[in-house]
């Protein structure tokens, strides 16, 4: 596991929870859950300890 939170990182976060909030006020959009998968997966590969995980999502949401 790593540590290190790339600008892109947060970026792909960013994406992420802009997707997960269109998604849930207009469910049923293939577009945006192939998206949120897509997404999700590119997290997940980055294999980060819960800390990083936790930071992630708090830059992102502080950029955005």
Same mark, same amino acid.
């Given at each position: 596991?790593?540590?290190?939170?790339?600008?892109?990182?947060?970026?792909?976060?960013?994406?992420?929870?802009?997707?997960?909030?269109?998604?849930?006020?207009?469910?049923?959009?293939?577009? %945006? +859950? @192939? /998206?949120?998968?897509?997404? !999700?997966?590119?997290?997940?590969?980055?294999?980060?300890?819960?800390?990083?995980?936790?930071? %992630? +999502? @708090? /830059?992102?949401?502080?950029? !955005?």
């Amino acid at each position: 596991m790593r540590n290190t939170i790339t600008d892109d990182l947060v970026q792909t976060q960013q994406e992420w929870t802009a997707t997960y909030q269109q998604l849930a006020e207009q469910p049923g959009r293939t577009v %945006l +859950r @192939r /998206r949120l998968l897509r997404l !999700s997966r590119l997290l997940a590969g980055e294999r980060l300890s819960p800390a990083a995980k936790a930071e %992630l +999502r @708090r /830059r992102a949401q502080e950029q !955005s």
